[in-house]
């Protein structure tokens, strides 16, 4: 967006029609120690603090991935436990999945690997 000459003059002229209202609100704050102090206060510890809100927010974004990730994991260690109690528990499924991952034969016999698209 391209401001113009005369939208800058009309908003300046704006703010110096305002400015009386707010200047007498304002100015008091200004003076005011203690005002001054609780501001000093939420910008130091919004920003610029070790535990600052903005280190908080990418704290508990990451808490958050890194809990996607437990989820993840603890369902593909209950999937590997399921199939280690498969193949323990029956020798043909021990055999199954020797040939289909592994490519393991028997000695007589011819393996093709077929791969598909």
């Not at 007498?24 to 603090?49: C, E, H, Q, R, S």
């Not at 399921?82 to 040939?99: D, G, I, P, T, Y």
Request: proline share 2%.
């Amino acid at each position: 967006m391209i401001l113009h000459f005369n939208d800058f003059t009309n908003f300046v002229q704006t703010l110096n029609n305002m400015w009386p209202g707010f200047k007498k609100y304002i100015k008091p704050l200004l003076k005011n120690k203690f005002f001054l102090a609780t501001i000093v206060f939420i910008v130091f510890v919004g920003f610029f603090d070790q535990n600052s809100l903005l280190d908080r927010y990418q704290l508990s974004k990451r808490i958050s991935q890194l809990e996607k990730q437990k989820e993840h994991y603890i369902e593909e260690i209950e999937q590997n436990n399921r199939k280690m109690k498969e193949l323990q528990s029956n020798s043909e499924n021990l055999e199954k999945f020797a040939r289909e991952e592994y490519l393991m034969k028997k000695k007589d016999e011819v393996i093709f690997v077929v791969e598909e698209e």
